[in-house]
């Protein structure tokens, strides 16, 4: 993985915290008013624009509700000013229906002055994980 500079550290930490499970680590990462947008088709439960933490935290219940990720890699960390861009792969198990799927994603990270995330937006294969999700 490349060096990384001081938002590419917060974000690696991020990575550190979500496999851990720590969640209030992660939301304390966040501005009061952040934007989370994760993309996805109808059939994926937690895609979707969500506001704040409150609702950033239904995503990841959302998101743990639907999937059981077996594997979460970073690949690349860029940072650019305040904004950071990390890449990687996941490999998952969709829980009502046990199908595997693995995907890779791209994230984006937009920090404000007070180091808290003000904008984030996940793109990974959502045909992939809807075909998982589907019962047939």
Known sequence: METLVHYGQKVNQLYEAYNRRDLNTILDTLSRDCVWEVMGQPEIPFAGIYHGKEDIKDFFAKLEDTLDMSEFTTEHILENGNLVIASGHFNAVAR???KRFSTVWTMIYEFNENEQIV????CFDTLTCARALREK
């Open 96 to 98: 009502k229906t046990n």
């Open 119 to 122: 904008h984030f937006r996940d």
